[in-house]
């Protein structure tokens, strides 16, 4: 009876876990439960495997399975979009020198001092460009080896864990730092001259999370991350929104990004590509971002080996393609308004 009643428990928190993120209120404790999608399904499985063991006809058997059966089931559809039988938005398109993009992306955790696995990365990877968050003075001067590499360069360090650099081969055309919300947390928007001469557009992010101590709502992070896809959408330009988002891919306003930016995921249908927690296997999930415009395909994605930070780096390759190769998803009337009322409610805050 006792070992009943523990499994109820938690069956029950679990199933609480699964479903409370289906509330769309942004206080931190709800919006939590957005990130550990997989690690809830594998927890699931397990409770399920004991329900079944479980001696006696005892009937909290038989709800206890129903509801875990039920939580496994939504929690499939929900992960199924990033195993490789999710449907691609991108298609694979061979990597181009003159029309592509290879690029970075990573958060180095401002209190890592291991600038050496940063700048080791960097050069064997050889990108054309990288954008890295959480980069304080200590950081820009530690990294001052791959200057010589990289002749076009954005560096804003900051001591509050929002610091941005970026650095690039490629020339820089046009430069905004922005502080959408905050005074204090700034974006970038850059054009690049491809090889080609063609212009593309970066919008590098950094926004707040949802956690306590830094912010007790989502609002700020989710009105960032929708500014940014109205701005992309509005912009001609083919572009990329890149950075860590500190929400993860699957997230409501994630999704309600793509149909507003008219963006694409390169992991729909190839994985999770996870870049956090570096140091803890269990609990990882996507926060670090490139997603692209409809004019690219994808040459290659993949999360490179750690450098220190609690944070993996994100590798991407894409190429103009003058071929249909990826597909968006759009906005209907009321998910318009509601970005509309979450960016909004973000200035109010």
Same mark, same amino acid.
């Given at each position: ?84 039988? @999710? #449907? %691609? ?6 990597? /181009?020198?003159?029309? $592509?993009?290879?690029?970075? !992306?990573?958060?180095? *955790? ?118 940014? @896809? #109205? %701005? ?6 083919? /572009?990329?929104?890149? $950075?860590?988002?500190?929400? !993860?891919?699957?997230? *409501? ?97």
């Amino acid at each position: 009876m006792e070992g009943t009643l523990i499994l109820t428990g938690i069956t029950a928190f679990f199933i609480l876990a699964t479903f409370v993120p289906l509330v769309k209120l942004d206080y931190w404790w709800i919006r939590i439960f957005d990130y550990p999608r997989l690690q809830k399904l594998v927890i699931l499985v397990a409770l399920g495997v004991f329900w079944i063991i479980l001696d006696g006809d005892d009937p909290m058997k038989l709800i206890g399975l129903g509801s875990v059966g039920l939580a496994l089931i939504y929690l499939s559809v929900q992960v199924w979009p990033y195993t490789i039988l @999710g #449907k %691609k938005m991108i298609q694979r398109v061979p990597f /181009s020198k003159d029309n $592509g993009l290879h690029l970075i !992306v990573g958060n180095v *955790y401002q209190f890592n001092t291991d600038y050496s696995k940063t700048i080791q990365l960097i050069k064997k990877r050889n990108p054309d460009a990288v954008f890295l968050v959480e980069t304080n003075q200590r950081w820009v001067d530690g990294l001052k080896r791959i200057e010589e590499d990289f002749p076009y360069r954005i560096l804003l360090p900051k001591e509050n864990t929002y610091g941005l650099a970026f650095y690039s081969k490629l020339p820089i055309l046009r430069e905004e730092i922005n502080y959408l919300l905050d005074p204090e947390i700034p974006s970038l928007e850059v054009d690049l001259k491809l090889n080609s001469g063609q212009r593309i557009t970066l919008y590098g992010i950094h926004p707040t999370p949802p956690v306590p101590g830094e912010n007790s709502k989502s609002t700020e992070r989710d009105a960032e991350i929708l500014m940014i @896809g #109205k %701005k992309s959408q509005a912009n001609p330009n083919p /572009s990329l929104v890149i $950075g860590d988002l500190n929400d !993860v891919a699957w997230s *409501y306003t994630t999704s309600l990004f793509l149909k507003i930016s008219q963006m694409a995921d390169p992991r729909r249908g190839r994985g999770f590509y996870s870049t956090f927690h570096a140091k803890v296997p269990f609990f990882r999930w996507p926060l670090d971002h490139v997603f692209l415009s409809r004019h690219f395909g994808l040459s290659s994605l993949q999360v490179l080996p750690g450098m220190g930070s609690d944070h993996f780096p994100i590798e991407i390759k894409a190429t103009l393609s003058p071929e249909k190769t990826t597909e968006t998803i759009r906005a209907n009337g009321d998910e318009k308004k509601e970005a509309r009322a979450k960016i909004i409610n973000g200035h109010k805050e």
